[in-house]
């Protein structure tokens, strides 16, 4: 006889008609998860991870090619391969792109361009030759980033003035301030410590070329000073005037003459040299990462500095290459990557007492957080310490979002040891629960990270100096928390649902933060929705499913670009893919109709594309870093979002909920307790 738990819908456990309409719809479904499963196996880890590689932009190769110019210790082998890649990167118009399908962007093509030219190869080359063209009609180097004309600078191609100042006197102010260091987001903090120490040693390293041929009308100063609000009281043209008393200030650190000055630069250093411990390098991020290898050359610490070689091989281990080619990943996932493939794997009915899956188990709780990180600055509760980060190891920044999907992993596999499993979730569950923000949301590091006068600082044009909640986590908070039996009436679910409704967009779809874009956002929300068990009749989740079908390609499948970040118009258009396919199926298998037709175009598409090894191909780029700046092509996206769609399709099939926790045993249909 069928057991039904707290959080399990009434129809876990029936065999339904429903079941039997569909069972022969779903045979090709079968086949393609069996081949799925196979796949996906042959790529475990024999640790019992996944971990798929991060695909970026050329970017991170082009910075490379300039650290070594700078730092002088050019291997010509290596920079032999990172020519090629920033050539096999090149658009037709001769730019670079910071998304597959997208434009050229003023920052990856100068960057490109330099770290060929600095590389020897000559401004005549016809493929230069366009690139210039391309830099010069983007607007050159005055249009580029504050981060990245820093790199320019430390190479004698632009000026130190011109570049905002980064002070190190910021880790100073108190938290009672209003803007302080805490008030910046996790990944603004890691990468601007190193750089305020950079501002203060100013290491420029001349290196034998220059852009001029990149001005359009020949440099000027007025290209260089950073554009003002035409109002005069504005927070950014305060903040300019800031800069300037910031400049005069660094005049006399120069010579010594500053009051806190050695003060500061002593806690910047120890920040980063903290926070190596207990990490793969600076946030275990490439420019945090990287940036620290250039603080600590400008401390003057010497090239054989156990700390310094150790940031080193870090850096080193993102790097791949191929006898003629490389490419660096910004981080490594398999956190991330191993919860969603976990979960995938059991919605689509692989038992919980399979080994692989028990051994999958085991490694994400081995990499729990048992540490008070940096969320404590700005989430100051008497919680106990958990959460899990992205990447390998990176103790002092768990964050919720894959907090929340491997607690939804965690809850499906009590393994050998079901008290320690259970400790986990619970626990886990608790210290996400505490990050919910005012407004009922989410965010994916702090909690009420959203100062906006922080955004006007004249170095925060990387569009991530803040983190903000988000409908897309949100709603992944509050899927967990309905697979974990809590009910609508819950205060902290009011809350989120009241936060989700209010994000809606006018056509009914939603933003998404974290993955690209409104199909990702739309789908997330539905699904967290469901979960709750919430009645999906209700009109402003009948508009998210019309949005979902409005947007379906002729193909079956569903696909989004980058270009959405720039301009809404364009949501929801792009090639189909087979991760965006999978997203917009689970958003509809919310509604919990395997008749319906778009639902069931969106499945023969994920068989159709199936690949024979059973995975899926993808080029485009799903993934979101920061939005309008930085993109990533996860690369276990492909094969693991369409598994789970196929399994939630199957257990809709057969009358399960997604996440609903049940295992065969003896022929029958068992849920087992937590």
């Known amino acids: 006889m069928a057991i039904r738990e707290k959080g399990t819908p009434p129809s876990v456990g029936r065999t339904t008609n429903r079941m039997r309409k569909t069972e022969k ?11 799925s499963h196979d796949y996906l196996i042959s790529v475990q880890h024999e640790e019992g991870y996944w971990v798929g590689e991060l695909m970026v932009d050329s970017t991170l190769v082009s910075d490379m090619v300039a650290y070594h110019h700078w730092a002088g210790d050019v291997d010509e082998a290596w920079q032999k391969r990172a020519v090629n890649h920033i050539f096999d990167r090149q658009l037709s118009d001769g730019g670079w792109n910071i998304y597959h399908g997208g434009p050229a962007e003023v920052n990856a093509t100068i960057k490109a361009y330099l770290a060929l030219k600095l590389a020897g190869i000559s401004p005549t080359d016809p493929r230069m030759l366009k690139a210039r063209e391309m830099a010069r009609h983007l607007g050159g180097p005055p ?11 430390l190479l004698g191609l632009w000026e130190w003035k011109y570049v905002p100042t980064i002070p190190c006197e910021v880790l100073l102010i108190g938290k009672w301030f209003h803007v302080n260091f805490w008030e910046m987001s996790n990944w603004s903090r890691a990468m601007l410590v190193p750089l305020a120490i950079i501002n203060h040693y100013k290491p420029t390293r001349k290196c034998g070329v220059d852009l001029n041929e990149l001005y359009a009308e020949g440099y000027h100063e007025r290209d ?15 903040f300019l005037r800031l800069d300037k008393l910031h400049k005069f200030a660094e005049l006399w650190a120069q010579v010594g003459i500053h009051p806190f000055r050695r003060l500061a630069l002593k806690r910047c250093e120890e920040f980063m040299l903290e926070r190596f411990e207990g990490s793969d390098g600076l946030a275990a991020i490439f420019p945090a990462m990287l940036n620290s290898i250039i603080a600590m050359k400008a401390m003057g610490y010497p090239d054989d500095s156990p700390i310094l070689q150790r940031e080193l091989k870090e850096l080193k281990r993102l790097e791949h290459h191929t006898e003629d080619n490389m490419r660096i990943e910004p981080c490594f996932s398999p956190v991330w990557d191993t919860a969603i493939v976990q979960i995938a794997l059991r919605e689509s009915c692989m038992s919980e ?17 048992r540490f008070r990180g940096d969320w404590y600055h700005k989430n100051p509760v008497d919680v106990e310490p958990s959460g899990w980060v992205f990447e390998y190891n990176n103790k002092w920044n768990p964050d919720v979002d894959d907090t929340a999907m491997v607690l939804m992993a965690l809850r499906q596999v009590p393994g050998d040891d079901k008290k320690r499993r259970d400790e986990c979730l619970a626990r886990g569950m608790e210290w996400m629960k505490a990050f919910q923000c005012r407004d009922g949301g989410w965010a994916a590091f702090d909690k009420d990270c959203t100062k906006g006068i922080l955004e006007k600082v004249p170095f925060a044009d990387h569009n991530a100096m803040l983190d903000p909640e988000c409908a897309d986590i949100t709603a992944r908070i509050l899927e967990c928390l309905g697979y974990e039996g809590y009910k609508t009436d819950d205060p902290q679910v009011v809350r989120g649902l009241k936060y989700v409704k209010s994000q809606q967009e006018e056509d009914g779809s939603w933003y998404g933060r974290w993955g690209v874009n409104y199909i990702y956002g739309t789908w997330q929300v539905l699904r967290g929705m469901r979960a709750l068990n919430i009645d999906m009749g209700e009109d402003w989740l009948q ?13 079956g499948g569903w696909g989004e670009r980058c270009n959405t970040y ?31 037709p778009s639902l069931k175009k969106g499945l023969e598409y994920l068989v159709r594309t199936q690949e024979a090894d059973g995975s899926w191909a993808e080029e485009e780029t799903t993934g979101t870093g920061f939005p309008q700046v930085f993109y990533l092509k996860y690369d276990m996206y492909r094969n693991a979002w369409p598994l789970l769609a196929l399994g939630t399709y199957k257990k809709m099939c057969e009358g399960d909920q997604a996440g609903s926790i049940r295992f065969l045993a003896d022929g029958d249909v068992v849920a087992f307790a937590k």
Request: with cysteine; proline share 6%; glycine share 8%.
């Open 25 to 35: 719809a779903g045979a090709d479904v079968g086949g393609a998860i069996k081949r």
């Open 143 to 153: 249009r580029m980033n504050t981060f990245s004309k820093l790199y320019l600078t």
């Open 224 to 238: 260089c000073q950073l554009p003002r609000d035409p109002e005069f009281f504005t927070w950014r043209n305060f």
């Open 353 to 369: 007492e399979d080994p692989r899956i028990k051994k999958a188990n085991s490694w994400l709780m081995d990499h729990e957080i």
């Open 543 to 555: 508009r998210g499913k019309d949005w979902l079908i409005s947007v379906q390609n002729e193909d």
């Open 566 to 596: 720039d301009d809404p118009v364009y949501k929801g258009q792009g090639p189909s893919t087979a991760s965006q396919t999978a997203w917009a199926v689970m958003g509809l298998c919310a509604f919990d109709d395997p008749d319906m």
